[in-house]
């Protein structure tokens, strides 16, 4: 098929892709108020959170929508690229962040923050940045107080990161992961992916 009808089965195709998205929740350890009952006996031994989930980033209006959103129009975030965002939060104790992204420009770096807020059309949606002590004072924008997770991509445009912090989440305060044009503090929002993040303890 050619001409504009195979380009709008091509796009049609490359929409749908980028809706494609999975979550996994391995083990839950919900709090005194959400408790229901006893654990069950084939539960994880090691109470905590546990949650990978991974998208391909679409245009806001897409055809078939994202929960991997790109705002970008320069090839850094380009429709189809894959990012994946996994978190290990362990009861009362520390939480372990990890990204992994395919389809990004090589050699590019990009900074990437935890959000407060989803993902929406509106980049400004998601809100600013997760801290772990909420401050309006620029010196609270650093990597101990806040989860960064900047990466380069590499020569086949792929990249990741972690981060470890002696503190959770709190609850419903931290939805998405936002993609910027700089590493560091700042930077425009190339893109962001909402997240279920959870919290433990």
């Known amino acids: 098929m050619g001409g504009v009808a195979g380009?709008?089965?091509?796009?049609?195709?490359?929409l749908l892709a980028g809706a494609l998205a999975s979550v996994v929740i391995t083990a839950v350890t919900v709090g005194p108020s959400d408790a229901a009952g006893p654990a069950d006996s084939d539960s994880d031994p090691a109470p905590g959170y546990r949650m990978r989930t991974d998208a391909r980033f679409a245009p806001p209006g897409a055809f078939v929508a994202s929960a991997a959103v790109?705002?970008?129009?320069?090839?850094?975030?380009?429709p189809a690229a894959w990012i994946e965002v996994s978190q290990h939060s362990e009861e009362h104790?520390?939480?372990?962040?990890?990204?992994?992204a395919r389809g990004m420009k090589a050699g590019y770096a990009y900074g990437v923050h935890v959000h407060r807020a989803p993902c929406g059309a509106d980049p400004a949606v998601a809100g600013?940045?997760?801290?772990?002590?909420?401050?309006?004072?620029?010196?609270g924008i650093n990597p101990e107080n806040e989860v960064w997770l900047d990466f380069t991509a590499d020569d086949r445009g792929e990249g990741g990161a972690s981060a470890r912090h002696d503190w959770n989440f709190r609850r419903g305060e931290a939805a998405s992961v936002v993609l910027h044009a700089e590493p560091g503090g700042a930077g425009a929002r190339l893109a962001c992916f909402t997240v279920p993040f959870g919290w433990a303890g």
């Not at 104790?93 to 992994?100: D, E, K, Q, V």
């Not at 600013?128 to 010196?139: E, K, L, S, V």
């Open 93 to 100: 104790g520390p939480t372990t962040l990890a990204l992994r």
């Open 70 to 78: 790109t705002y970008d129009g320069t090839g850094l975030v380009p």
């Open 7 to 14: 380009a709008v089965v091509r796009r049609t195709a490359l």
């Open 128 to 139: 600013g940045h997760y801290q772990h002590r909420p401050t309006t004072d620029p010196a």
